[in-house]
């Protein structure tokens, strides 16, 4: 298991930039697969961004690709999620997930069963 507490959520105008950051605890955090989800008010938990253990290969939400980059620092047990360009549709809470069995690659289009470990969310505001 990882514990995960994620930063850096705020309210921000459309067209402006915030960086995540998810602070992991536990020694294995670099064999695990992470990923970053959101929650929109009324809406499901969907995914945003995930990178790989081994060799930091990145997938990403069609809604976000070009805008939104994930990457990861192992030696600070960190996972960062770079968001340029917001929308308002980017309103939501923001959480950073581990995937929940080590050494797994992160799939193309991942489910939220498939992440165990989660942090309890940050809150981004776009406003138009």
């Known amino acids: 298991q990882v514990q995960l507490v994620e930063s850096g959520g705020g309210l921000v105008q459309a067209g402006g930039s915030l960086r995540l950051s998810c602070a992991a605890s536990?020694?294995?955090?670099?064999?695990?697969?992470m990923g970053w989800f959101r929650q929109a008010p009324g809406k499901e938990r969907e995914f945003v961004a995930g990178?790989?253990?081994?060799?930091?290969?990145?997938v990403y939400a069609d809604s976000v690709k070009g805008r939104f980059t994930i990457s990861r620092d192992n030696a600070k047990v960190t996972v960062y999620l770079q968001m340029n360009s917001l929308k308002p549709d980017d309103t939501a809470v923001y959480y950073c997930?581990?995937?929940?069995?080590?050494?797994?690659?992160?799939?193309?289009?991942?489910?939220?069963?498939?992440?165990?470990?989660w942090g309890q969310g940050t809150q981004v505001t776009v406003s138009s």
């Open positions: 536990g020694r294995t955090f670099s064999s695990y697969g």
């Open positions: 997930a581990a995937h929940s069995v080590r050494w797994t690659i992160v799939p193309t289009h991942p489910k939220i069963a498939d992440f165990g470990s």
């Open positions: 990178i790989n253990w081994h060799d930091g290969s990145t």
